[in-house]
């Protein structure tokens, strides 16, 4: 049994999400690094784990009314996560950190589409993005955790993320930032209790810094700053098929085992003041959210090969926010390929309906815009990652536009 959230006791990584985390268990041997001389080794036994990984987006603008262009974006990250209990004796206490730089070519921003084709573009910066301490109880049936991390890794993120690229199914539904809940690597200071009252059955609840401007005020990471409303985020979720407590099961190749699943409702709500279609100000804005992620058919019920669907819609208040609905399904097929390593087939699509309440006097009414993706995910060793895709958006930005994107994610871990 591994922790919902953290922690060193969970190996490779599980407590990042969407492009961030991993598809399959790395172990000592599964880096290009190596095992460091058996020093990689004997830190883990001490309850010190490190990993490192380089993720690339090469995405090209086939064809749109702009001109084409290649627009690579580059993330670097480092983690570190510190089992306490097996360090220093101090049961259920752990410690996380995780800092990156990012940069390169915003290829959404290029195009003007409300679905970002890159799940990790945003930020050219270099930033300490999480840190936070955690104490578990009761068998990490209880856990609770302090320090500065972002909403939108646990709450509104996609069940299924690393096998899509482009934003609202590889890492979170889009339009969760109407409340200000905050996305990587723009996390600020929280607070976070959790609990399985239940086999199958997990709630949470986090506090944290609404900073409108988090990537600005607080651009190395290392200080807090305070300067937003009081967020708070809150989820339930229902995981058939999972032989675990923990509150959150990650998704990865031995996780797809069986008939598994993850049902989840969430709410977020902002009491600081926003500004309405009609130009008034208000207090209070909101948001909330409806997740389904099923295993349909397995080829064998014990193993992992086969068909899941996906699928999530959030809503907020169409007074308030211009991009208030967003609707994401998808469909994936593991190991769709008799290869020696692991593969993944997944097609995905978003609809985005902008809100007409915002739409400037005399303007041409907004459409719906729709994305299709389709991509194929090769574990070509247990350290290299390569993911080509091709992407289809209609009614880019709500206009009469269309947009054709191909290319690649690449994924190397040290």
Avoid: C
Avoid at 98 to 119: K, V
Avoid at 404 to 414: D, L
């Amino acid at each position: 049994m591994f922790s919902p959230f953290l922690s060193a006791q969970a190996p490779d990584g599980r407590t990042l999400s969407g492009p961030d985390a991993h598809d399959s268990p790395l172990g000592l041997s599964g880096r290009l690094t190596g095992d460091w001389g058996g020093a990689r080794r004997t830190l883990k036994e001490r309850g010190v784990d490190f990993d490192f990984e380089y993720i690339s987006d090469s995405l090209w603008n086939v064809k749109s009314d702009k001109s084409d262009r290649l627009a690579s974006w580059n993330r670097g990250r480092g983690t570190v996560d510190i089992d306490l209990g097996a360090l220093i004796h101090q049961p259920g206490f752990s410690f996380h950190a995780t800092a990156l730089w990012q940069g390169g070519g915003n290829l959404g921003t290029y195009l003007g589409t409300e679905t970002s084709p890159s799940g990790m573009s945003s930020f050219n910066l270099f930033r300490l993005d999480s840190w936070w301490m955690e104490k578990q109880w009761r068998h990490d049936r209880v856990a609770m955790r302090i320090g500065q991390f972002a909403g939108q890794d646990f709450y509104g993120d996609q069940h299924y993320g690393t096998s899509f690229i482009f934003e609202p199914m590889g890492y979170a539904l889009s339009n969760l930032s109407t409340t200000f809940e905050t996305g990587s690597p723009g996390s600020t200071s929280a607070l976070e209790l959790t609990a399985a009252p239940m086999h199958n059955v997990y709630v949470a609840s986090m506090v944290l810094d609404g900073d409108r401007l988090a990537f600005f005020h607080n651009t190395t990471g290392f200080v807090p700053q305070f300067r937003g409303a009081p967020i708070s985020v809150s989820e339930i979720g229902y995981t058939p098929g999972k032989k675990t407590l923990a509150m959150r099961p990650a998704d990865d190749v031995s996780t797809r085992r069986g008939y598994s699943g993850m049902y989840k409702f969430g709410a977020s709500f902002n009491p600081g003041r926003f500004t309405t279609s009609t130009g008034t100000l208000r207090s209070g804005n909101y948001l909330m959210y409806w997740m389904a992620n099923q295993a349909v058919w397995r080829r064998d019920p014990t193993e992992g090969k086969g068909l899941d669907v996906t699928a999530a819609y959030d809503w907020s208040p169409t007074n308030v926010n211009s991009d208030n609905r967003e609707l994401t399904t998808g469909l994936r097929f593991n190991e769709p390929l008799t290869l020696p390593i692991h593969n993944t087939l997944a097609v995905g699509y978003v609809r985005n309906k902008l809100n007409p309440l915002f739409l400037p006097y005399g303007a041409t009414p907004y459409k719906a815009e729709q994305g299709i993706e389709g991509n194929m995910l090769f574990n070509l060793r247990p350290m290299i990652l390569l993911q080509p895709t091709f992407q289809y958006f209609a009614n880019v930005g709500g206009g009469p536009q269309r947009a054709f994107v191909a290319g690649f994610r690449a994924r190397v871990e040290f």
